[in-house]
């Protein structure tokens, strides 16, 4: 009998290379007791050094098969390392076994696969963040006590919803971090460590008793979809019982209301406006006039004023942030602040003229919360976005760059359309549809947020490095 450690919970390729070795070494899967982490150890525990190479010959597995292996690796049952072998050992000799419903260890992998997918699920509906304060900036924190080990594989989903945050997801065995670039993992932790309450809190509990329906309450089906358990880490969860208990007089006066919403006509009218609106635009200027009186979003309520952008009515090339901050709002230029500072500074060391450049932002108010005398920046969640996509894609209208840098997420996400991964994008120009190029990097600010010396230099030189890039494209395109 023989041991075989692994250091980590969910690695397929962790334990892909070893199950691996151990084919070659003609083990069979009795001969095989698959440990993890922490755990006692067996009294033949094979070592890396222990486990024979694989220059030997290996057969091949179908794809199916890693693919169900991805999901049944984070599956918390403590034989899941073990079953995967004993089919992958299988497969060596019948390669139809996966399309064999009947087949038990295919059945049961099959249901491990299930569950892990119901898991993240719930993970993707249930995680509830909180908002907690860090060096004047605004980030968020969340806990979530998950059946399986999905935190690593589900989070992405959180990268691409909540780009635009600085945020935290704290489970019993791992925990994730987003910083609107880098997507990190470090050590499980306890939910005595996240903030008891948050301002979002009443977001949530407003946001459910407005979408709650009493005509459709099903109170069995409501516990399927929202299990009890998740319950206690759910702001709404306490609006339930008093809406269920009041359900009944909610869909008699939802009926009663009937008759006084608004037509439908209301709604064409209303479009019919948006449409006149553009039609009377006819120049940038005419679009840095008319932005005063936007009311797209309830943005406007509190910023000074909007702030659209600036530079030769036909840039070649277009540069976009996010926002404008507190400075830029209260003096009406955009990037004039200590982001504005870092980026002339980076733009002048790559040798682009700001002079010839429009720069401009994907939303044009300042979006902040109030601290005592100070205005602390939060980042415009995606309806924001895209109801400023309006100014946006007029100023793309009118200046025709041929060149557009996204800088930050928030601006990738209002000119590709949806959420994207700077890490994955960055140093890749894309298409897009008006003839333009595309270049994504990081937001000036956030080099201005890096804590440590070092890794504020390193990110320093890959922002300037992008700037470099651009520089070259924009020296080929005056050239052409």
Same mark, same amino acid.
């Given at each position: 009998?023989?041991?075989?450690?692994? %250091?980590?919970?969910?690695?397929?390729?962790?334990?892909?290379?070893?199950?691996?070795?151990?084919?070659?070494?003609?083990?069979?899967?009795?001969?095989?007791?698959?440990?993890?982490?922490?755990?006692?150890?067996?009294?033949?525990?094979?070592?890396?050094?222990?486990?024979?190479?694989?220059?030997?010959?290996?057969?091949?597995?179908?794809?199916?098969?890693?693919?169900?292996?991805?999901?049944?690796?984070?599956?918390?049952?403590?034989?899941?390392?073990?079953?995967?072998?004993?089919?992958?050992?299988?497969?060596?000799?019948?390669?139809?076994?996966?399309?064999?419903?009947?087949?038990?260890?295919?059945?049961?992998?099959?249901?491990?696969?299930?569950?892990?997918?119901?898991?993240?699920?719930?993970?993707?509906?249930?995680?509830?963040?909180?908002?907690?304060?860090?060096?004047?900036?605004?980030? /968020?924190?969340?806990?979530?006590?998950?059946?399986?080990?999905?935190?690593?594989?589900?989070?992405?989903?959180?990268?691409?919803?909540?780009?635009?945050?600085?945020?935290?997801?704290?489970?019993?065995?791992?925990?994730?971090?987003?910083?609107?670039?880098?997507?990190?993992?470090?050590?499980?932790?306890?939910?005595?460590?996240?903030?008891?309450?948050?301002?979002?809190?009443?977001?949530?509990?407003? /946001?459910?008793?407005?979408?709650?329906?009493?005509?459709?309450?099903?109170?069995?089906?409501?516990?399927?979809?929202?299990?009890?358990?998740?319950?206690?880490?759910?702001?709404?969860?306490?609006?339930?019982?008093?809406?269920?208990?009041?359900?009944?007089?909610?869909?008699?006066?939802?009926?009663?209301?009937?008759?006084?919403?608004?037509?439908?006509? @209301?709604?064409?009218?209303?479009?019919?406006?948006?449409?006149?609106?553009?039609?009377?635009?006819?120049?940038?200027?005419?679009?840095? %006039?008319?932005? @005063?009186?936007?009311?797209?979003?309830?943005?406007?309520?509190?910023?000074?004023?909007?702030?659209?952008?600036?530079? *030769?009515?036909?840039?070649? !090339?277009?540069?976009?942030?996010?926002? *404008?901050?507190?400075?830029?709002?209260?003096?009406?230029?955009?990037?004039?602040?200590?982001?504005?500072?870092?980026?002339?500074?980076?733009?002048?060391?790559?040798?682009?003229?700001?002079?010839?450049? /429009? !720069?401009?932002?994907?939303?044009?108010?300042?979006?902040?919360?109030?601290?005592?005398?100070?205005?602390?920046?939060?980042? *415009?969640?995606?309806?924001?976005?895209?109801?400023?996509?309006?100014?946006?894609?007029?100023?793309?209208?009118?200046?025709?760059?041929?060149?557009?840098?996204?800088?930050?997420?928030?601006?990738?996400?209002?000119?590709?359309?949806?959420?994207?991964?700077?890490?994955?994008?960055?140093?890749?120009?894309?298409?897009?549809?008006?003839?333009?190029?595309?270049?994504?990097?990081?937001?000036?600010?956030?080099?201005?947020?890096?804590?440590?010396?070092?890794?504020?230099?390193?990110?320093?030189?890959?922002?300037?490095?992008?700037?470099?890039?651009? @520089?070259?494209?924009?020296?080929?395109?005056?050239?052409?």
């Amino acid at each position: 009998m023989l041991s075989v450690r692994l %250091e980590r919970l969910n690695d397929l390729d962790e334990w892909r290379g070893k199950a691996r070795r151990l084919l070659v070494a003609g083990m069979k899967p009795a001969q095989v007791v698959w440990r993890v982490g922490s755990e006692e150890s067996g009294l033949f525990e094979a070592g890396d050094d222990m486990l024979p190479n694989t220059d030997g010959p290996i057969g091949s597995v179908p794809r199916q098969f890693i693919d169900l292996a991805t999901d049944v690796i984070q599956h918390a049952d403590p034989q899941r390392f073990a079953l995967l072998y004993r089919l992958l050992w299988r497969l060596q000799d019948d390669k139809h076994i996966l399309a064999n419903a009947a087949d038990s260890d295919n059945s049961l992998l099959t249901r491990m696969a299930s569950g892990v997918h119901r898991d993240a699920h719930k993970m993707k509906a249930f995680v509830r963040f909180r908002t907690v304060e860090h060096n004047g900036d605004e980030r /968020y924190i969340a806990w979530f006590e998950p059946d399986h080990f999905i935190l690593e594989a589900t989070a992405p989903f959180f990268t691409r919803r909540f780009a635009g945050m600085h945020w935290g997801i704290i489970t019993p065995y791992a925990s994730a971090f987003w910083d609107k670039e880098n997507l990190s993992f470090g050590p499980g932790g306890h939910k005595k460590d996240i903030p008891a309450e948050g301002a979002v809190e009443d977001d949530w509990r407003t /946001y459910y008793g407005a979408i709650f329906n009493p005509a459709r309450l099903k109170v069995a089906m409501m516990k399927s979809e929202m299990p009890v358990k998740y319950w206690r880490n759910l702001p709404e969860a306490d609006r339930i019982a008093p809406l269920i208990r009041n359900a009944k007089q909610m869909e008699q006066d939802m009926i009663a209301r009937a008759t006084t919403q608004p037509p439908a006509r @209301h709604m064409r009218q209303k479009a019919r406006e948006v449409e006149e609106e553009t039609q009377t635009i006819q120049s940038l200027a005419d679009a840095a %006039e008319a932005v @005063h009186d936007c009311r797209r979003c309830p943005l406007y309520e509190h910023a000074t004023q909007p702030i659209f952008g600036e530079g *030769p009515a036909n840039a070649n !090339v277009m540069f976009v942030g996010e926002q *404008p901050g507190d400075q830029e709002d209260l003096q009406g230029r955009p990037f004039i602040g200590p982001a504005g500072q870092v980026f002339d500074d980076a733009i002048k060391n790559a040798g682009i003229d700001r002079r010839r450049l /429009y !720069v401009t932002n994907a939303v044009k108010h300042f979006k902040f919360v109030p601290r005592g005398k100070r205005r602390i920046h939060q980042s *415009p969640n995606a309806g924001e976005i895209h109801a400023c996509r309006f100014w946006l894609n007029l100023e793309r209208e009118f200046v025709k760059p041929k060149i557009i840098v996204a800088l930050g997420a928030s601006a990738a996400q209002s000119l590709v359309g949806k959420a994207v991964s700077i890490t994955q994008t960055r140093g890749r120009p894309i298409d897009l549809e008006d003839g333009s190029v595309l270049y994504i990097t990081n937001h000036p600010s956030y080099l201005l947020r890096i804590p440590d010396p070092e890794t504020k230099v390193r990110e320093r030189e890959k922002f300037e490095a992008d700037l470099a890039m651009i @520089h070259a494209h924009i020296q080929r395109l005056e050239k052409s």
